[in-house]
């Protein structure tokens, strides 16, 4: 569980810094590239979200 909540925060962080990318960008290609990244890494970060919202807690 560690290692996708490791792998959760990796992306949430690269997506911010793409969208600061895309937004300083002063070509038009490279802003579209890197925002569309940004949303890209956003919902894979959803979808570790979900995975790790479904899985049992780990007791020990």
């Known amino acids: 569980m560690q290692d ?3 792998k959760l925060e990796k992306l ?4 911010e810094d793409c969208e600061l990318i895309g ?8 802003r579209e590239l890197f925002l569309r ?3 890209d890494l956003r919902g894979m970060a959803r979808d570790i979200e979900a995975v790790i ?3 049992p ?4």
């Open 53 to 55: 919202a479904t899985r």
């Open 23 to 30: 937004r300083l960008a002063t070509d038009i290609h490279k």
């Open 12 to 15: 949430r962080i690269e997506a």
């Open 4 to 6: 996708l909540k490791a």
């Open 37 to 39: 990244l940004a949303v």
């Open 57 to 60: 807690p780990i007791t020990k």
